[in-house]
């Protein structure tokens, strides 16, 4: 079945730095990759929505300059958090649709960051 | 726009009982697909079932079911003799058929007790 493998699944930074979150899809091509952010006891929140090749569409609300997503190929994306501080702790999840998944979501198994 | 509801924040059952997850969705489209996943504590989601806005049938898979009614917007999951393991946090999501986002439910969070 279809895997989207996330890493890396924790990763604990300093406050001004910059963490890089990797999200691949190993056994098909994503066309459209989702990143969501978690906060303790809560739901997911879709941060942002790319497609291969082009500029990530942000939802409201969503700094853009501080979460920067590549979507260079077919099989990758990545989310930077540029400068992250501490109230971007949290659990981020990709997620990952492609054609030869019937268009299904498959999810990558998260990335708890805390800055410290 | 598409919103899901999730009434039930928390439940709690002794193992065996039987429990049902609610789930009412809201959208526009004649055209769209639900969702369930369950997340235990290590965070992934695992995906459950999605269902098409044409096909009203409840399904069933061992102890599970789910039971979609268009005329209530609902999409209710019923865990038959719940067991420690189903002890998660299960979302109910919703996309419409004309955009990819997924949206989910703020989730239930279900504990079994031995």
């Known amino acids: 079945g279809a895997v989207v493998s996330q890493h890396p699944s924790r990763v604990i930074c300093k406050s001004g730095t910059s963490v890089k979150i990797e999200c691949r899809s190993l056994?098909?091509?994503?066309?459209?990759m989702f990143w969501y952010r978690q906060f303790p006891k809560q739901s997911l929140m879709l941060m942002a929505t790319?497609?291969?090749?082009?500029?990530?569409?942000?939802e409201q609300g969503v700094e853009k300059d501080k979460f920067l997503i590549n979507h260079a190929s077919l099989t990758l994306s990545t989310l930077t958090v540029t400068s992250a501080h501490p109230e971007d702790s949290s659990f981020y999840i990709c997620?990952?649709?492609?054609?030869?998944?019937?268009?299904?979501?498959?999810f990558g198994s998260g990335t708890r960051l805390t800055v410290v | 726009a598409q919103k899901v509801t999730q009434a039930q924040t928390e439940i709690s059952v002794v193992e065996k009982e039987d429990v049902t997850l609610d789930c009412v969705y809201e959208?526009?489209?004649?055209?769209?697909?639900l969702f369930w996943y369950k997340q235990p504590p290590s965070g992934e989601l695992v995906f459950l079932i999605r269902?098409?806005?044409?096909?009203?049938q409840n399904e069933i898979s061992g102890r599970y079911s789910w039971n979609f009614q268009k005329s209530t917007s609902s999409f209710n999951f019923t865990i038959t003799a719940s067991q420690v393991v189903d002890s998660a946090v299960y979302f109910c999501?919703?996309?419409?058929?004309?955009?990819?986002?997924?949206?989910f439910g703020k989730g239930t969070k279900l504990t079994v007790n031995p």
């Open positions: 959208t526009r489209d004649t055209t769209y697909y």
């Open positions: 997620s990952a649709r492609g054609i030869n998944t019937n268009y299904g979501y498959t």
């Open positions: 269902r098409n806005s044409f096909d009203e």
């Open positions: 999501a919703l996309s419409e058929g004309g955009s990819e986002k997924l949206v």
């Open positions: 790319s497609n291969e090749g082009s500029k990530a569409t942000y």
């Open positions: 056994d098909f091509q994503a066309t459209t």
